[in-house]
C-alpha cells in the first residue's frame, strides 16, 4: 500500500503532524502546489505559503526518487497562457527537483 503526499492537504488539517517522517517509507507519489489560501489553494510553488526546502529536504529524506509532480491550477494565472502557464509550473518544478537533490 503506498502513500500519496499532497503539501497543501497537509498545510491545511494536519500542520502539526510530520506525515512524511511517519508514512514516509510507503511514498509513492506527490501532489505538490501551493497555498495561497484562494479557491482550492492549487497555486505554483512559491507563490504561497508552503516552506519548499523544508517540505523538499523531508521528502528527501524519505528515499523517494519518484518524480516531483505539481497539481497546480491555473485559477489564478488568467494573465498567462496555458503555454506560459506551463513553461512556469516546469520552471518551479525543477527549482523544486533542485530543493530535493541538494537536502544532504
Request: aromatic share 12%; net charge negative.
Amino acid at each position: 500500500m503506498g502513500f500519496c503526499y499532497d503539501c497543501c492537504h497537509h498545510s491545511n488539517y494536519n500542520p502539526d503532524d510530520d506525515l512524511l517522517s511517519m508514512y514516509g517509507k510507503r511514498l509513492m507519489a506527490l501532489h505538490l502546489h501551493d497555498n495561497g489560501g484562494k479557491h482550492s489553494q492549487h497555486q505554483l510553488p512559491f507563490d504561497g505559503g508552503i516552506d519548499w526546502p523544508c517540505v523538499m529536504r523531508k521528502i528527501a529524506q524519505t528515499g523517494y526518487t519518484g518524480a516531483t509532480a505539481l497539481e497546480s491550477m491555473n485559477w489564478d494565472y488568467l494573465d498567462l497562457t496555458a503555454e506560459k502557464f506551463l513553461q512556469e509550473a516546469y520552471v518551479r518544478a525543477k527549482r523544486l527537483d533542485a530543493f530535493r537533490l541538494t537536502a544532504f
